[in-house]
């Protein structure tokens, strides 16, 4: 089955970086869509950034374009998302998630990882 499994999370200052990575495991990612989504308190979850596994489609909420970029590693089966520039207000619990191609949801999500944005 698959699992999603993130990684990198923690603390940093305002205006300072973190690469998260979530680790994927259980089949062949080549025909699926990888998302990076985040929660904060009180919030509901939010697609930070997402990616074909390809790269051929990206898509990046207004809010991150310019400072977070999403990648990925295929020897690896690593996804991950570079944070640039980050600010108090994206303290959040990450999440990675995964869907194939055709389906409209997705379908698979790791645990989360904690980053916190100190002012």
């Known amino acids: 089955q698959v699992q999603l499994v993130e990684s990198g999370g923690g603390l940093v200052q305002a205006g300072g970086s973190l690469r998260l990575s979530c680790a994927a495991s259980g089949r062949t990612f080549s025909s699926y869509y990888m998302g990076w989504f985040r929660q904060a308190p009180g919030k509901e979850r939010e697609v930070v950034a997402a990616?074909?596994?390809?790269?051929?489609?990206?898509y990046y909420a207004d809010s991150v374009k310019g400072r977070f970029t999403i990648s990925r590693d295929n020897r690896k089966n690593t996804v991950y998302l570079q944070m640039n520039s980050l600010k108090p207000e994206e303290t959040a619990v990450y999440y990675c998630?995964?869907?194939?191609?055709?389906?409209?949801?997705?379908?698979?999500w790791g645990q989360g990882t904690q980053d916190t944005v100190s002012s």
């Open positions: 990616r074909t596994w390809s790269g051929y489609s990206t």
């Open positions: 998630a995964a869907r194939e191609n055709n389906r409209t949801e997705y379908d698979y």
